[in-house]
C-alpha cells in the first residue's frame, strides 16, 4: 500500500525565485515534477511530490511564490506560515550569486520561532570554486552550524546524497512503530474487529488499520482480523487475546463481546495519540462535554472534504449525542484545510482522526486550541465517552488514564 501523504515527512524547499528550488526537487525525485524556469514566478502554489529517500517517504514540497516574504504584504506572509507550518523540516535554498539577503533571514527567524528544523543547500556549486567563505557567512548570519549547510548542484546532481543525509538528520522522528508501541508486544495475540459497512472503502482497508497490521507484524505479535458478527465466534474458537482494536462504528457491540479482562480500545483513539502525542489533552477535552450548557458553541472540524451522509458522523450523530447530553448547544462546522483563526467563541472543538494532516500540522491545530482557551477532543473519544465506555477504552495508556481519574475522584 501506498504511504498516504499525512503520513510522509514534508520537506518545503524555501528561496528566492530562481536559486534552483524546482531543479532540486526534480533532481532529487529523479522526475519532472516541478518546472523549471529562466523566468521569475513560473509556480505560484506549492507544489506537492511523493517521493521515497533511503526508504522513508517524503513529500517534497516546492513553495515558489514566497519568495517575498520580505515585501511583507500581511496576506502573503499569513500564506506563508500557512504552508510553513505544515513541513517537518524546510530546506533554505541559496544561490551564491545572490548572497544573503533578508528574505532568508526573516525565514530562518519564522523557521525557528515555529520549531522547524531546517539545512542549507547552496546550489549552483559547479559554477564557483571555493564556497567555503559563503558556508562561513551563512552560517553566522542565519545563526546555524556549518553541518547543516551543504554545497549542491541541482544541474550536475552533485552533493544531493549529503543534502538528503542533512534532511533525515534533522527530521523530527517518523517512525509508524509508535502506533502500539508500549502497548503490544512479542507474541501478543490482538483481534482486530473491522466491520465492512456501508461507509467502508471499497476494495480496501482504511489507513489506520493496515497501520496496525504492519505494527502488529513488526512487533513479532499475531493477529486475527475479523467483521463484528464474527467476533464473539474468534473469541469462543481462539480464547482470549490480550486486546481488541475495533472500529469506532462498532464499538458498543465489541464492548459487549469483549470480557471485562480483555483491553478494547478503538483504532480512532490510537490514531489519536499517534498523532497529536498527547491522549490526555484530548480526554480533558472530552470530559468537557459534562461542562457545556444551553447556547454554547463547539466547533466540528473534519480534515477531509467528503459529501455528508444522511446520518454522517460529524455533521448528525455528534451533534445528536451531544444535545442529549448537554441540551441546545450550537454547532459550527469546518473541512478540509480551513480551521478558523479565532477560536476563542467556542467551548469545545470535536475534531475528526485528522488521519489527512501531518502530525504536526494537528499539533499546531492543539496549539492553537489551547493558546485560545479552548478545550479539544476528538470523534473517537466522544463515541466512546457518549456510549460510556471511555475508561475501559484509554486504561491501557496511563497519562489518559491520570485524567480520567483526576475527574472521577
Ligand atoms: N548552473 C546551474 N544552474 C542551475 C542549477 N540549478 C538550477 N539552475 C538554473 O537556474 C534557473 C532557475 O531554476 P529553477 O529551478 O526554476 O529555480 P526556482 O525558481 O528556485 O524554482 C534555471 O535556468 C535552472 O536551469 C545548478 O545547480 N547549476
Ligand atoms: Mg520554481
Redesign the pocket.
Known sequence: MITPRSLRLHVGFF??????????I?ALSGREV?????Y?G??TDPVFSDVDLLNLPVTLV?T?GL?DVSALSAKRVERALNILRRMDVAVI?F?PLKGIGDYEKELAELLKLEGIDFVVAI?????FERLDDFKEEISKELGIPKRKIVC?????KMGLEKLIDRILRVAPDFDDSQFLDGIVEEGDLIYLNIPIDLGAPKGRLIYPQVQAIRNILDLKATCVVVKERELKWVFDTLGKPKMVITDSHAFTKAAADTPEDVMLTSFSILEARFRTGNLAKLVEGVLEVENLKDGDRVLVAEACTHHPSPDDIGRVKIPRWIRNIAGDIKFDHVMGGTFPSDLSKYKLIIHCGACTLTRRHMMYRIKLAEKAGVKITNYGLVIAYVHGILPRAIEMFPEAMEVWKKYKG
Do not use: E, F, P, W
Open positions: 528561496g528566492r525565485t530562481n536559486v534552483g528550488k524546482s531543479s532540486l526534480n516541478a518546472i523549471v524556469s529562466d521569475a513560473t509556480t516546492d515558489a519568495d535554498v544561490d546550489n549552483k556549486s559547479d559554477l549542491v548542484s541541482a544541474l550536475k
